[in-house]
């Protein structure tokens, strides 16, 4: 970041995170690629990155970065004890919210549900990804912060309600680490999380649980059914050029080849990269016979939306805002509605400090 | 003096420069900084001077001021507490012939890593893995979300820095005990002092020196704790441990707002000089000496 400002060109390529897309593309760090995407398209580019990873690097309309690693939210759960329990597969959040129930036995450490709750950008990415489906925004249309809707406090209530009652009690604090540790041990029986788990709990050097997973689409909200609105819990991180870049041309060469589909199978066969972003890569036979989740995860990108969070250059302020406090209500301190309250003045405050409410 | 006016000046300047370099031009640097709009993601709209709104956008930040709450609360509790078990433990390990040969064990927590710590305390409070909860389920009581709950990860958070720390405060005091002279204690004996008057009329008032030393370095380390924060909870759950060095970082570094980030760090740093100089002045200079 001191290197970018400094605009010394130093480094060539750097990894952009797509949700700071707008970030640094707003201040002017990052070379468009859509001149180089239509003149000089080397042999070695991927042409079927999963359009939504695109997407996710695209502001203002122009692609900022090539997808080098992204991920979407699908269910894990086990489907012995859903056998066992005679639970069907959760076809929306209520039935999710019951399943997890079924599945909890506080007494025996045993919980329905564990997904990231901890303050930062973990949770709101996920938690989001479900006010989202009930029909909440982050910002309506006039900018101002819409955390304090109707639907946007329903969904948090019933993220919050969901891991208060039925989630591990120290839930809080949960990372992806501690979601997967929770999940590979035994202890959670069904996970919303990241697509790219699959490298860990399939691994039977790291998972106790290998071949008693299923995998599942997310259920649908309130709002419609998911082909409307899916529970995306989209991330992405891009390879991009620095706008000061000496050598362009090399870098966009370079650019391609890392994200080219041979490197991604490379990275994915030898490095365990289960985050690839090129369809066919996903869908070959290799990763197919390695990992049984597949189909659900082809489903769901094409599903995912990349809107569900605002493209804004305020977003790592809006979103310490909404996580901090979702963190919050999760530890059952405060109820969803009053945690959010606190977020929209926190948001209010930002979006005001940024300049949009000027008359 | 034996040095003459010029060698004395050419003696102090290498290490003038390094303090211009290292402290005093970062200070004024900081200062100007905080008086800026000064946000690196948005170089368009320049560095221009904005006064003390940056103060003011601080002073009217709630968080702001919660931050620095729990700051206080590790710098008051955990010391205290260090305080008490490192003099314990000195006490103990003083009475103790050939005690000098276990003293490095107890050091080990202090030249631990800091981020080591951290990352392993967080797995010990671990709800279902964690150690703690282990030996909680085996005597048959509840176990704890340990960093789950605001009021319990603030404890536990100190209960981590007072494991790391009451080493530092144990072996200042530790040393300060073996200087002592034994004369006062002899006589004591003599006159047959109970344990208490020994300890009130004797011990307290000649290590006074060494404990107010004690404090004040582990209050000015508590002040401006992070590593183990940040590898812990970074803040959370909500902003129950986020201490004013937590988020003066996220404002700086996750943020990129480096005016108001340097805003932060100058009240910081008024802060702390205020209470080292009511803490030097508590300390009488002859005793020091």
């Given at each position: 970041m001191a290197d970018l400002a400094a605009k010394?060109?130093?480094?060539d390529i750097f990894l952009l995170d797509g949700w700071q897309t707008a970030r640094y593309a707003r201040a002017g760090y990052v070379a468009p690629l859509d001149d180089l995407l239509a003149n000089k398209k080397?042999?070695?580019?991927?042409?079927?990155?999963a359009p939504i990873f695109l997407d996710a690097l695209r502001y203002e309309g122009k692609l900022w970065g090539l997808p080098y690693y992204g991920h979407v939210g699908i269910l894990m759960y086990r489907k012995d004890q859903f056998t066992e329990k005679g639970i069907?597969?959760?076809?929306?959040t209520d039935d999710l919210m019951n399943a997890a129930a079924k599945l909890t036995d506080k007494a025996n450490n045993k919980f329905g549900m564990a997904m990231r709750a901890v303050k930062g950008e973990d949770n709101p990415i996920i938690s989001t990804s479900w006010t989202w489906v009930f029909?909440?925004?982050?910002?309506?249309k006039d900018m101002?912060?819409?955390?304090?809707s109707p639907e946007f406090i329903k969904g948090a209530t019933w993220f919050t309600d969901l891991l208060k009652n039925?989630?591990?009690?120290?839930?809080?604090?949960?990372s992806w680490l501690e979601v997967q540790n929770t999940f590979v041990t035994g202890n959670t029986s069904i996970i919303f999380d990241a697509s790219d788990f699959i490298g860990r709990i399939e691994d039977p050097t790291l998972s106790q649980i290998v071949g008693k997973i299923g995998y599942a689409l997310a259920p649908a909200g309130p709002f419609g059914p998911i082909t409307e609105?899916?529970?995306?819990?989209l991330f992405t991180a891009g390879m991009a050029i620095n706008?000061?870049?000496?050598n362009v041309d090399a870098s966009w060469l370079f650019l391609q080849w890392m994200t080219s589909k041979d490197i991604q199978m490379r990275t994915m066969m030898e490095?365990?990269?289960?985050?690839?972003?090129s369809l066919s890569a996903i869908a070959s036979d290799e990763y197919s016979k390695t990992y049984p989740g597949i189909p659900v995860i082809l489903e769901a990108l094409k599903l995912?939306?990349?809107?569900?969070?605002p493209h804004v250059p305020e977003y790592p302020e809006l979103c310490e805002a909404i996580g901090t406090q979702i963190s919050r209500a999760v530890t059952g301190e405060i109820t969803a509605e009053e945690a959010m309250k606190t977020a929209y003045d926190e948001m209010y405050k930002v979006m005001d400090q940024a300049g949009y409410y000027k008359k | 003096m034996l040095l003459k006016k010029r060698s004395f000046y050419i003696l102090f300047l290498p290490a003038l420069v390094v303090l211009i370099g290292v402290a005093i031009f970062p200070f004024f640097a900081c200062i100007n900084n905080s008086l800026r709009f000064y946000d690196l993601t948005n170089?368009?709209?320049?560095?221009p001077y904005i006064g003390g709104t940056n103060y003011r956008l601080l002073f009217e930040d709630g968080r702001f001021w919660h931050s620095l709450l729990v700051t206080f609360y590790f710098v008051i509790f955990g010391v205290a507490v260090q305080l008490v078990l490192g003099y314990l433990m000195a006490s103990l390990l003083n009475g103790v012939?050939?005690?000098?040969?276990?003293?490095p064990f107890f050091l080990i927590p202090m030249v631990m890593t800091p981020v080591v710590v951290g990352l392993t305390w967080r797995l010990m409070y671990?709800?279902?893995?964690?150690i703690l909860n282990y030996f909680i389920r085996l005597i048959g009581m509840t176990p704890q979300p340990w960093l789950g709950t605001e009021s319990l990860a603030l404890f536990s958070i100190i209960l981590t820095d007072v494991w790391e720390w009451t080493p530092l405060i144990f072996l200042i005091l530790y040393s300060g005990m073996k200087a002592l002279p034994t004369e006062p204690y002899e006589a004591a004996t003599i006159d047959g002092a109970s344990i208490w008057q020994v300890l009130y009329r004797i011990t307290l008032p000649l290590l006074k020196p060494v404990i107010l030393v004690a404090i004040l370095l582990r209050a000015i380390d508590a002040f401006k704790w992070f590593d183990t924060i940040y590898i812990m909870t970074s803040g959370g759950p909500g902003v129950a441990t986020e201490s004013a060095s937590i988020y003066s970082y996220m404002i700086a570094f996750?943020?990129?707002n480096i005016g108001k980030g340097s805003a932060f760090s100058i009240i910081m740093i008024i802060l702390v000089n205020i209470f080292c100089m009511i803490f030097i002045k508590i300390i009488p200079e002859k005793e020091v000496a």
């Open positions: 010394t060109g130093t480094y080397s042999k070695y580019y991927c042409e079927d990155f069907d597969v959760p076809k929306t029909g909440g925004q982050w910002l309506d101002k912060p819409g955390v304090t039925y989630g591990p009690p120290d839930v809080s604090r949960y609105r899916y529970p995306s819990h706008a000061d870049s000496k490095g365990g990269n289960t985050g690839i972003a995912a939306n990349p809107n569900y969070m | 170089p368009a709209k320049g560095t012939e050939k005690g000098s040969l276990v003293l671990d709800h279902i893995l964690g996750n943020f990129f």
